[in-house]
């Protein structure tokens, strides 16, 4: 998860949807020696007529048959039901699923895997399937995660989908580090919004992390700001090995978490980013405040005005469907009655 420095803890949140959250449709993805399967997932009981519609990879693209009806949750999909047979490279490729309209294709999904730009998972054994899946917390963030035990026309499973990080922290002379901690970021029901959850290393400077099979961030402590690991692919029923080597003269070791609110106007990072259909956009207000967030592209024009309006003190989190837009740099900005604050982020389609 890209998630730079939360210091909003313990703290009442609201959550705002400027536009509705995407309905993605790409679940679950499976190549093997006999070919690929690709489940589409529609939640929402509408009945999508795939006339017209197209799928693309980085060296191939093939419409699909007329005639086929997207009327259930798990619908998968494979060259039979194509006009054409589609080529998708299992060591890397990047799946972009198009809808026809009256006179033109518009974006509606992509997964991108493998040794690509901006792959969001590594290439799937052929015993694996590639699913999707949605974070339990306010940001509904959506990540990949690979699954020895395939679910294809029924609803995604993780029963044999988690592995296991051995963490290892030393200081620069390769002693272990005791009651290290190491941050990773979760909300689960109960939490309080913006709680770090986090976990710390024994007498020997180890800890075994589980975790489902994807690419994770962790984070730690230095010179008082949060600092990512290198990112770290979890694979299915298996152990990898991490060595973290600190400074300690740069880093503070604590025997439990650290919490802090926070007195300022915060703006954060954008959550994720890069991102290429939507994000989050988080921040703090130290009192009750009339609150404009303003997206402009690279030039400095007004593309949209996500939200106006009073808000309370504390923090929140405003959704940014970027759906119509095109890829490249924009601005957002957060204007009170006695400040502004903005920071850039990019939209990648």
């Not at 029901?189 to 007498?203: A, E």
């Amino acid at each position: 998860m890209k998630l730079k420095t939360f210091i909003l803890l313990l703290l009442t949140i609201n959550i705002l949807s400027a536009n509705p959250i995407i309905d993605y449709l790409i679940n679950e993805l499976k190549i093997d020696s006999t070919g690929w399967y690709l489940e589409l997932y529609n939640p929402w009981g509408t009945e999508y007529n795939l006339d017209g519609w197209r799928i693309t990879t980085l060296t191939d693209t093939a419409c699909f048959r007329t005639g086929i009806i997207l009327d259930t949750v798990f619908f998968v999909i494979s060259n039979d039901d194509l006009t054409a047979d589609l080529k998708i490279n299992k060591e890397g490729d990047k799946i972009t699923l198009f809808e026809k309209n009256e006179s033109d294709f518009f974006w509606r999904d992509e997964l991108s895997f493998g040794n690509v730009e901006y792959s969001e998972i590594i290439s799937p054994e052929d015993h694996q399937s590639i699913c999707r899946a949605e974070e339990n917390n306010p940001w509904q963030n959506i990540f990949l995660y690979l699954d020895n035990s395939p679910t294809l026309g029924s609803e995604n499973d993780t029963t044999n989908a988690f592995g296991y990080v051995d963490f290892f922290v030393s200081d620069l002379s390769d002693n272990p580090i005791p009651n290290f901690e190491i941050i990773y970021f979760w909300v689960q029901p109960g939490y309080p919004p913006f709680t770090s959850l986090s976990f710390f290393t024994d007498h020997a400077g180890k800890y075994m992390y589980k975790g489902l099979a994807r690419w994770k961030d962790f984070y730690y402590k230095k010179n008082g700001k949060n600092k990512s690991t290198p990112r770290i692919q979890i694979l299915c029923e298996d152990t990898v090995s991490f060595h973290l080597t600190v400074d300690t003269t740069l880093v503070k070791i604590i025997s439990e978490p650290e919490n802090a609110i926070s007195a300022d106007y915060l703006l954060n990072q954008n959550y994720p980013n890069p991102f290429n259909n939507s994000t989050n956009i988080v921040y703090y207000l130290p009192k009750n405040e009339y609150v404009e967030i303003i997206i402009y592209n690279i030039s400095g024009k007004e593309i949209t005005k996500l939200y106006e309006g009073m808000q309370t003190q504390g923090g929140h989190v405003i959704f940014w469907n970027t759906f119509g837009l095109a890829s490249g740099e924009y601005i957002y900005s957060l204007t009170t009655s006695s400040t502004r604050l903005s920071k850039k982020c990019l939209l990648i389609k």
